[in-house]
């Protein structure tokens, strides 16, 4: 099995947060990042351009790859085309496996507070009320998306050949390893 442990993420240098949309990767991987001494990448930045244009698959490979082959860093998640690079490169992951209602709730709360106060995200965008109630919304992509990235943190987890995977089920564990990590 790849369960992973506190210890596991101490002793990595190469770290990947991994979750629903919504759960706190970025938050997560930010601590991480703090506590470990480790440069943070956010993934959504390099995956979105200004105006919400999503930069061509080979775009994004020329920028997330070279990132991939560095000695240290956190990622606070990847994008399907590279999780498969990411695995053959993280030392231990951390996958927040939080019940939908915990990462919903969050999403939906991010999201309303990122539209009253206008606040930049993703390469300078900016969520809005229309955006949030589209058919291509992040909280439509949350309902998309949510079981087949639980079904891939557990199967990372029950990976013997996969990196060490810290399976994090509820917002206290969470908080408890990054205490841990001081």
């Not at 002793?11 to 943070?40: D, N």
């Not at 993280?90 to 939906?108: G, N």
């Not at 106060?117 to 919304?137: H, K």
């Amino acid at each position: 099995m790849s369960a992973g442990t506190i210890d596991d993420v101490r002793r990595a240098r190469r770290l990947l947060c991994f979750g629903a949309t919504g759960s706190g990767k970025s938050t997560m991987a930010t601590r991480l990042g703090e506590r470990l001494g480790l440069p943070v990448t956010l993934v959504d930045d390099l995956c979105w351009d200004p105006g919400w244009r999503e930069p061509s698959q080979e775009e994004r490979d020329r920028r997330v790859l070279p990132l991939l082959e560095r000695e240290a860093y956190v990622f606070d998640s990847v994008y399907g085309p590279h999780n498969a690079v990411a695995l053959e490169r993280v030392d231990a992951i951390v996958a927040l496996d939080y019940p939908r209602h915990v990462s919903l709730a969050r999403l939906i709360r991010r999201t309303a507070r990122r539209i009253r106060t206008g606040e930049l995200v993703c390469n300078g965008n900016v969520e809005t009320l229309r955006l949030a109630l589209a058919r291509d919304s992040i909280i439509v992509w949350h309902f998309r998306s949510w079981r087949s990235k639980r079904e891939r943190m557990r199967r990372w987890h029950a990976d013997a050949s996969a990196p060490p995977v810290l399976l994090l089920r509820r917002p206290a564990e969470a908080d408890a390893l990054l205490a841990q990590l001081g």
